[in-house]
């Protein structure tokens, strides 16, 4: 069974900082990868970075890189996503997934940047 909990959200001001976190039991045999993506109302899913549950390899989009660093302790089973530099774009409800943006969720932390 897939569970997903994320944490961290709040509210901060424009150039601040938070630190999310995922607390994942999936299948690791099935599970290459985990992921971040955010949701603001009315939007569709952005996803943010993935990290290979292996060898650690991370990938970003554009708009967050130098500013977002996803990172993942195995043995805790737990994905983490520093958010650094915040915007109020960044503005929106975080969730981590497994393998995608598409696959099983959590239930969100939210993050508003004023």
């Known amino acids: 069974q897939v569970q997903l909990v994320e944490s961290g959200g709040g509210s901060v001001q424009d150039g601040g900082s938070l630190r999310l976190s995922c607390a994942f039991s999936?299948?690791?045999?099935?599970?290459?990868?985990v992921a971040w993506f955010r949701q603001r109302p009315g939007q569709e899913r952005e996803g943010l970075a993935v990290?290979?549950?292996?060898?650690?390899?991370?990938t970003y989009i554009d708009s967050v890189k130098g500013r977002f660093t996803i990172s993942r302790d195995n043995a805790k089973n737990r994905l983490y996503l520093q958010l650094n530099s915040l915007k109020t774009e960044d503005t929106a409800m975080y969730y981590c997934?497994?393998?995608?943006?598409?696959?099983?969720r959590g239930q969100g932390t939210q993050v508003t940047v004023s």
């Open positions: 997934a497994k393998d995608n943006v598409s696959g099983p």
């Open positions: 999936v299948d690791r045999h099935k599970t290459n990868c």
């Open positions: 990290i290979d549950l292996g060898g650690g390899a991370e």
